[in-house]
């Protein structure tokens, strides 16, 4: 059964009966795992992350084949493009799109939008979208956090494999797969930590976020 929540869009709150529940994001930032933006400028953030945000929204369209390419900004259209070009030769067949839950790991709680489960090459797949040229450390432990929170799948290996798709400007994708076991153990140890600095009535930065990580 679901756990009950609300979501602040604007905040990028999650809530349960009014009180914010951490996000797995927000939980890497508290853990001090998140990709390190401080040497880049506010301007160049705030780009992206309005990239990223149209590109999420509009790749959600594709799989839900309702996009009207007449909305279409042409500043994103290369990222769009390197999604097509992965579903075509990969084959990848989403089933959750960009899907909102709040779930117990461990007993504690804990919030989060996975962008995609799916099928490909016979297994099942919890996939991020990125908008970025880099990849950093953390996105292996997000993608872990992920799986966490859904159920177990019911078929073997009763598991998701885990990646992060790449899409570029320029209409290219890379696809990186994880599968350090020890990424779960981390995420573990990060949500600790940052239930232990609630109760404790610290400050975790619940409702800001790592820009890029979230939205790119």
């Known amino acids: 059964m679901g756990i009950d929540f609300t979501f602040d869009a604007e905040r990028h709150l999650y809530l349960i009966q009014g009180k914010p529940v951490p996000s797995v994001t927000q939980v890497l930032h508290s853990a001090g795992l998140s990709a390190d933006y401080s040497m880049v400028a506010a301007e160049v953030i705030?780009?992206?992350?309005?990239?990223?945000?149209?590109?999420?929204?509009?790749?959600?369209?594709?799989?839900?084949?309702c996009l009207d390419l007449e909305t279409v900004d042409p500043?994103?259209?290369?990222?769009?493009?390197?999604?097509?070009?992965?579903?075509?030769?990969?084959?990848?067949?989403?089933?959750?799109?960009?899907?909102?839950?709040?779930?117990?790991?461990n007993g504690?709680?804990?919030?989060?939008?996975?962008?995609?489960?799916?099928?490909?090459?016979?297994?099942?797949?919890i996939i991020d979208l990125k908008c970025i040229e880099r990849l950093y450390p953390s996105f292996a432990v997000q993608t872990a956090g992920y799986?966490?929170?859904?159920?177990?799948?019911?078929?073997?290996?009763?598991?998701?494999?885990?990646?992060?798709?790449?899409?570029?400007r320029d209409g290219s994708y890379k696809l990186t797969a994880y599968s350090d076991l020890a990424d779960f153990d981390?995420?573990?140890a990060?949500?600790?930590?940052?239930?232990?600095?609630?109760?404790?009535g610290m400050d975790i930065q619940t409702g800001?976020?790592?820009?890029?990580?979230?939205?790119a």
Request: contains cysteine.
């Open 75 to 105: 500043e994103i259209q290369g990222y769009l493009t390197g999604y097509e070009n992965f579903i075509r030769e990969s084959g990848f067949r989403p089933d959750l799109i960009e899907r909102r839950l709040v779930g117990r790991i």
């Open 208 to 215: 800001a976020r790592t820009d890029l990580d979230e939205a």
């Open 147 to 168: 799986e966490l929170l859904l159920p177990k799948p019911v078929l073997p290996p009763f598991k998701y494999d885990r990646a992060i798709l790449q899409l570029r």
């Open 108 to 125: 504690m709680l804990c919030g989060g939008t996975i962008d995609r489960t799916g099928s490909m090459a016979g297994k099942l797949w």
């Open 186 to 188: 981390v995420f573990r």
């Open 190 to 200: 990060a949500l600790v930590v940052t239930a232990w600095k609630m109760n404790q």
């Open 46 to 65: 705030e780009r992206k992350r309005i990239i990223g945000e149209y590109v999420h929204k509009a790749t959600q369209y594709i799989d839900e084949g």
